[in-house]
């Protein structure tokens, strides 16, 4: 009865691939969220996403992209990936609204060689 | 913008025996929720403790208690009776509550490395 998982959990690619990470929550929640962790382990937001809006940390590069099908799924696409996105990316979801806490899925670990 | 620190990168405690964990942060606002997160080996953050600014009374559960000093900007962690599985990086993390272009999104200090001795 996983609550929000991910898919796959390891991605080894060259650089210049286009890769995809799925994220799946089964907790009802209505608000999605990608990080990223660097190789410091420091965790900083890429994007949230409810079915009103999406907002992006502006840091993020434009190669990043996220696509949600539907409610329950939030998908990240990567194009022409590059070594310094090698990092471990962790989707999250919570039910809408500040007050709410957020569960984390279990983290990809995206290599890039 | 808020930031959030943590200023011990490593910390070891005797299983059984009491280890705090300090985090700090700037803001400011004056209504927002700070969380305690747990990143044991397997990688899964898990959600160890949350509190609400607004609120005096500092949060537990179980083994686990915060010292929530709003005035310092201060949210120390307190893990009692210690035990070998609370190994792992427990990260602070500050939310505004304040709608805006940051909605909903954590800010995260850059981890505590907690070791545990048997």
């Known amino acids: 009865d996983t609550a929000v998982s991910q898919t796959p959990k390891y991605l080894v690619t060259q650089m210049g691939n286009d890769k995809s990470i799925k994220c799946e929550q089964n907790?009802?929640?209505?608000?999605m969220y990608w990080y990223k962790q660097d190789s410091k382990k420091f965790l900083k937001i890429m994007f949230s996403?409810?079915?009103?809006?999406?907002?992006i940390n502006e840091t993020v590069p434009n190669r990043f992209s996220p696509k949600s099908p539907d409610k329950a799924h939030l998908n990240l696409h990567i194009n022409s990936l590059e070594l310094g996105d090698s990092a471990v990316y962790f989707c999250?979801?919570?039910?809408?609204?500040?007050?709410?806490?957020?569960?984390f899925g279990p983290g990809t670990r995206l290599l890039v060689l | 913008a808020q930031t959030v620190t943590q200023s011990q990168p490593e910390m070891s405690v005797q299983e059984a025996e009491t280890v705090t964990l300090s985090c700090t942060y700037d803001?400011?606002?004056?209504?927002?929720?700070l969380f305690w997160y747990k990143q044991p080996p397997s990688r899964q953050m898990i959600l160890v403790i949350r509190?609400?600014?607004?609120?005096?009374q500092n949060a537990t559960e179980n083994r686990f208690s915060v010292n929530f000093q709003k005035a310092a900007k201060s949210f120390s962690l307190k893990i009692s009776d210690s035990q070998l599985g609370d190994a792992a990086m427990y990260f602070c993390?500050?939310?505004?509550?304040?709608?805006?272009?940051?909605?909903?999104?954590?800010?995260f200090g850059k981890g505590t490395k907690l070791s545990v001795k048997p």
């Open positions: 999250a979801s919570s039910l809408a609204g500040i007050q709410e806490t957020q569960y």
């Open positions: 907790l009802g929640h209505d608000t």
């Open positions: 996403y409810n079915n009103k809006e999406l907002i």
């Open positions: 803001t400011s606002e004056s209504d927002y929720y």
């Open positions: 509190q609400e600014a607004y609120k005096q």
């Open positions: 993390a500050y939310r505004s509550a304040n709608y805006g272009g940051s909605q909903g999104n954590l800010i």
